[in-house]
């Protein structure tokens, strides 16, 4: 089952669908997306079961679960715990944040701003963490405590921003990435002094400092003494508490991860928008390894369909399998999209990989049977936009690579569904705005390796 809505999510944006499983899966409880909770039992067919209370987020904690409340702007108003039979919910006594600064928030002398956007869960093996991205909040709960260790008040995050955090021997370990792109990677004591920072606090080469962590895509603590950052393009294993880089993995990680255990010493790490996993090994005195995995994915039937507001596209065919390409032959990829959702004002693809930057191959689009002229962007993406796509409308892609060297390397096809959206100056009121094409639906995306000989 996916831990999704097939939909968009009410405004305000209410709880996610959250899945937590007890005693081996034999009972699931799944959140329906209103913050209402229910247990399907052992089966699909199972007779439903209303929680008596409403939670935001729900996870387990050995036997027992551990949910979040919220209230109407948002905010966290209780931690509770409950055991199997989810009937008797205890409210845990949340400790006072401890204020700690993370240098990446409002300017000196400016109150920070803050705007509520629920209360997310998320494990470790030393424990849950509770964060509070809209406030600036995170707490740390131990594994089987009574009540959270600690808590800390730092800068609240804008909306454009993704938090991660995590709980650590030491504290917590906290992933922040503003607008998509700037990354920061910290690591506070409970007491709010700061341990270690990604990058430095004090880090003169700014440069550089950006080059080794633009764009995050999430975080894993491994063990009492490592944890695993995934960026745009490598991941770093850093040290526990300073956040010394220890080792550099190649390999592309354009969108967000999610890590979940496996066995001793392995995860899965999921890439959103892609039916692939990758197994990370990370066994102590071996270097870590991240393999793809060949057994095939599959997303299962979404828990609820709520309705978009908004144009979103899936693939009804598409594939992430690896694509040889043998000069002087091309070879064509082909998927069909569909969107689930409301029209759209211009779709725009995206096919990127180091491969085109490299010039090792040359690519060729046709959309709708038609020819799509692509232009070079960042060197390492071509880019194409065209016409809109109807609601619950198809489209079929095809992208063919030319080879002109060799080399091989992971490479992503997106196709967003856009709008164009004025960015007047008050100073331009005279003058015509400049529109610029903006992102406003779900978009699909594939990888794969593709290898020019």
Known sequence: MRREVSGDV?????????????DEAKDVWVGSGDRRVFSVGAGANSPVQAFPTECFDLTTDGDRLIGTVVDGALKLTTLFTTNGAGQRWEPMTLPKPVSASHGYGYSEGRPPRQSPDGAFLDTSP???TVLEKGRGRVYVLRPGA??????????????QDIWRALATPHGVLLLLVINYRQTALLHFALDGSLLG?????????DEAADDLTWGGAGICVLDATRALLFVQDKSLLVSLPGLQVLETLTGEWPSFVAVTPAEPDRWWVGAEDSDALFLLTAEPGHPLRIDASNRPVSPGASLMHVGYKTPAFHWTEHTSAPLTVSSPVAETWR????NDGTACEAVRIRVSGVLIGARVVDVSVRYRGQPLPMVEELRVNAVGVTAGLEGGATAELE???????EGSGPLTITVEPCSWQSQGKEWQWDKEEPRVLAV?????????????E
């Open 399 to 405: 992208v063919s690579f030319k080879p002109r060297g």
């Open 440 to 452: 406003t639906g779900h978009p699909a995306s594939a990888q794969f390796l593709l290898t020019v």
């Open 10 to 22: 009410p405004n305000p944006s209410s709880a996610p669908v959250v899945l937590a499983a007890l």
């Open 146 to 159: 009574a009540q959270p260790q600690g808590a800390l008040q730092v800068e609240p995050g804008h909306e």
């Open 335 to 338: 998927a069909v999209v569909r």
């Open 197 to 205: 920072s990604i990058p430095e606090q004090d880090d003169e080469d």
């Open 126 to 128: 030393f424990g849950i």
